[in-house]
């Protein structure tokens, strides 16, 4: 896989929320509350604390806000370097910025929908989400609540080094899976399928899996058509994705398929517990997205919706 050293990459795609409470804190807003803190000690009294306290309330709204939309100055200056594809941070925003132009040009084409963007949001330890609080243990997801794609990069060391997924190409094949959920919500399948969820709530898990299956055949769709995205000025994204980084893909998908996990977890393999789908399935997904390079061979529901 090479990606093209002149892309243009579009920061404006990604929220980087990564260490920005502690970015906070040591700077004006943090020194404002420690002052009034230190006065309050001073001056003692109910008055002084009760101030205090609105004071902290009132500002942790603030930073909660501020937290939320994130602050992308440094992202921004690090992918305008030279060497910006040679950065993690960069090389995952162009690849962000490869299937969110895939898919705005396939979407109406193929499923007469309109495509709108949705940011990946980058950051570390923890962060809010409309589907409530996410940690670095809840690995990458798509929120249909808030639209946007969430993800701790530290979770690409853990596919590597934990989970036996250490090739470069298994980054955009997780993310592609991701806005596969997106695509999904768009077209209204992922609504379809809660509404056959809540009628049918013994083949929810089934139906659950038939979802995430479909978000990797997408990726294998995206993976199919990734060289032929470009960025705002018509230059290529990927100068090249060979054979190779698509068996990354594929191996990938098997390393995070359920029975894999389920087996190095040391337990029996469970298909009432399964999530995602086996290692067989999800590969087979992924491979057919990526054959056909067409959407409509991505129906793993049948007639399930």
């Not at 205090?52 to 806000?65: D, E, N, P, R």
């Not at 992308?72 to 299937?99: M, P």
């Not at 963007?117 to 808030?146: H, I, K, L, Q």
Request: aromatic share 8%; proline share 3%; charged share 20%.
């Amino acid at each position: 896989m090479r990606l093209n050293k002149g892309a243009a990459i579009d920061v404006s795609q990604v929220t980087d929320r990564r260490g920005l409470i502690g970015r906070l804190a040591a700077g004006p807003a943090g020194w404002l509350i420690s002052l009034i803190l230190w006065i309050a000690g001073r001056k003692g009294g109910l008055p002084a604390v009760l101030a205090v306290l609105a004071l902290l309330f009132v500002g942790s709204l603030g930073v909660h806000a501020i937290t939320n939309r994130g602050d992308n100055s440094a992202i921004t200056r690090e992918c305008k370097s030279g060497n910006a594809t040679d950065q993690l941070d960069c090389r995952n925003v162009l690849y962000i910025n490869s299937i969110q132009e895939y898919w705005s040009e396939t979407l109406p084409t193929v499923f007469s929908a309109t495509y709108t963007e949705s940011d990946t949001v980058f950051f570390s330890g923890r962060t809010n989400t409309g589907c409530g609080n996410a940690d670095s243990g809840t690995g990458p997801f798509y929120c249909p609540v808030d639209k946007l794609v969430y993800l701790d990069l530290s979770f690409y060391k853990e596919l590597a080094n934990q989970l036996g997924a250490p090739g470069e190409f298994a980054q955009p094949y997780v993310l592609a899976h991701e806005y596969g959920h997106h695509v999904q919500d768009l077209v209204g399948t992922e609504a379809a399928m809660r509404r056959v969820q809540k009628r049918n709530p013994d083949e929810a898990n089934k139906l659950s899996v038939m979802l995430e299956l479909q978000a990797d055949c997408y990726a294998g769709i995206w993976a199919k058509n990734a060289t032929g995205t470009t960025d705002a000025k018509g230059n290529k994204i990927f100068e090249s994705i060979t054979d190779e980084d698509i068996q990354q893909g594929l191996d990938t998908a098997a390393a995070i398929g359920d029975d894999t996990l389920q087996k190095e977890a040391g337990k029996p393999v469970d298909e009432q517990g399964f999530t995602h789908g086996s290692s067989a399935d999800r590969q087979k997904w992924f491979r057919t997205g990526h054959d056909s390079g067409n959407p409509r061979s991505c129906d793993t529901f049948g007639n399930s919706i």
